[in-house]
Every structure is written in structure tokens, then in C-alpha cells.
């Protein structure tokens, strides 16, 4: 398989989880900037996700879509960058439950409340996430129990996390708590979530 890796992105989507991602993982990428309901609708990146939307990256033959999947799939692709615990050790289920759990009812339920959604009364058994306040809950108490979320180490979950938690609160999606703040303030320093940042702002800035 080739080991050419193409990245397909916008800096004002959530595309930039997946440009810190690649920078954790220090392996040279081409990115390919793409524009909404242009270049991200056309014929050419249609083939590449039917859904025009980004991020979505290329690795050989492999294409893969989707913020949780391609960290997962990069992380497993490159296990010299260390950002998922060891397959079959007790850290991998959490690594696990707390990447999905944000691809789950975090990311529902936030936007269900950002657009306006409220479940109907005596409806939330049917939603995945419960209610928006469950999910708060258990976050919070998941990202204050430990440095990080799946043993003693920084991995992709918590990248994910933390992102979702960083642009919550940015963008007031996510009530903020001391718990979600401290979280972030100790993971967005981190030496690649600064230089994956410092790339997308000066791509937004070039308009």
C-alpha cells in the first residue's frame, strides 16, 4: 500500500481535529483545502465521500471518513506516535467508550441543543444520549476523574474530547464547568495541537 497521505479539510470545520491529529502523529500528509458548496460538493471529492463534507483522509487506497474513525484509524496506522493504549490492555475499552461516547451523545446531543432540538416529553429513552444534562454529567466527572481518559497517558480520545469540549466552549455549545476547563487548558497546549491550530488560523486569515 502506498503510504501517501492526503488530507481533506476546511479551516472552519471540523477538519481542524483532524489536522491536530496528524500533527500528534508527525508523518508527512498533503492537505487539500476544500471550499463549502463548491470544490466540497464537486464530482471529484463526491467520489471520495458522497456526503461533501470534510474531514475525510486518503492513505494508499484507504479512504476514511468521519472525525472518530480517522483517529482511530490513524492512530492504529502509526502506533509509533503512542495515541492509543496497547490492544488488550485494560486502558484500550476506555479508549474505547471515551472516543466513541463523543462521536456519540456528545456530538448529538450538542447539536441538538445548539439547533434548538428538544426531545419530547417522555422521549429521551429513545435518543442514544439520554438527555443534554446526562451527557454533561457524565463528562465532566470523566475528564476530572484522571489526567487522561484511558490510563496514565495522552491519546487519541483525548484529543477528540478535548476538541469537542475546546469548541463548546468557544462557541458557547458546551455550558462551561471548571471541570471542562481545566481538561482543556491542559490538553491545547500540547506542542501539536499549537502548530495544527497556528496552520488553520493562518488559512482562515488568507480567506
Given at each position: 500500500?502506498?503510504?501517501?497521505?492526503t488530507f481533506y479539510t476546511n479551516p472552519m470545520s471540523r477538519g481542524r481535529m483532524i489536522r491536530w491529529m496528524l500533527e500528534e502523529v508527525?508523518?508527512?500528509?498533503?492537505?487539500?483545502?476544500?471550499?463549502?458548496?463548491?470544490?466540497?460538493?464537486?464530482?471529484?471529492?463526491?467520489?471520495?465521500?458522497?456526503?461533501?463534507?470534510?474531514?475525510?483522509?486518503?492513505?494508499?487506497?484507504?479512504?476514511?471518513?468521519?472525525?472518530?474513525?480517522?483517529?482511530?484509524?490513524?492512530?492504529?496506522?502509526?502506533?509509533?506516535?503512542?495515541?492509543?493504549?496497547?490492544?488488550?490492555?485494560?486502558?484500550?475499552?476506555?479508549?474505547?467508550?471515551?472516543?466513541?461516547?463523543?462521536?456519540?451523545?456528545?456530538?448529538?446531543?450538542?447539536?441538538?441543543?445548539?439547533?434548538?432540538?428538544?426531545?419530547?416529553?417522555?422521549?429521551?429513552?429513545?435518543?442514544?444520549?439520554?438527555?443534554?444534562?446526562?451527557?454533561?454529567?457524565?463528562?465532566?466527572?470523566?475528564?476530572?476523574?484522571?489526567?487522561?481518559?484511558?490510563?496514565?497517558?495522552?491519546?487519541?480520545?483525548?484529543?477528540?474530547?478535548?476538541?469537542?469540549?475546546?469548541?463548546?466552549?468557544?462557541?458557547?455549545?458546551?455550558?462551561?464547568?471548571?471541570?471542562?476547563?481545566?481538561?482543556?487548558?491542559?490538553?491545547?497546549?500540547?506542542?501539536?495541537?499549537?502548530?495544527?491550530?497556528?496552520?488553520?488560523?493562518?488559512?482562515?486569515?488568507?480567506?
Amino acid at each position: 500500500m502506498s503510504s501517501h497521505l492526503t488530507f481533506y479539510t476546511n479551516p472552519m470545520s471540523r477538519g481542524r481535529m483532524i489536522r491536530w491529529m496528524l500533527e500528534e502523529v508527525g508523518q508527512p500528509y498533503e492537505a487539500k483545502v476544500l471550499e463549502y458548496g463548491t470544490s466540497m460538493k464537486a464530482p471529484e471529492y463526491l467520489a471520495i465521500n458522497p456526503m461533501g463534507k470534510v474531514p475525510a483522509i486518503r492513505h494508499g487506497d484507504i479512504v476514511v471518513t468521519e472525525v472518530a474513525a480517522i483517529c482511530a484509524y490513524l492512530a492504529d496506522a502509526f502506533p509509533e506516535a503512542g495515541l492509543a493504549p496497547a490492544s488488550g490492555s485494560p486502558a484500550r475499552g476506555a479508549y474505547y467508550r471515551w472516543l466513541f461516547y463523543g462521536a456519540g451523545p456528545v456530538e448529538a446531543a450538542v447539536t441538538n441543543k445548539a439547533c434548538g432540538f428538544e426531545l419530547p416529553p417522555g422521549k429521551s429513552g429513545m435518543a442514544g444520549y439520554g438527555s443534554f444534562e446526562a451527557v454533561m454529567e457524565t463528562l465532566a466527572k470523566a475528564v476530572s476523574a484522571t489526567e487522561y481518559l484511558a490510563g496514565d497517558k495522552f491519546s487519541a480520545a483525548d484529543l477528540y474530547i478535548a476538541s469537542q469540549i475546546g469548541f463548546g466552549l468557544r462557541f458557547g455549545s458546551i455550558t462551561p464547568r471548571p471541570e471542562f476547563s481545566a481538561y482543556w487548558d491542559r490538553i491545547k497546549t500540547r506542542p501539536a495541537a499549537v502548530r495544527a491550530a497556528g496552520i488553520d488560523d493562518a488559512l482562515v486569515k488568507q480567506g
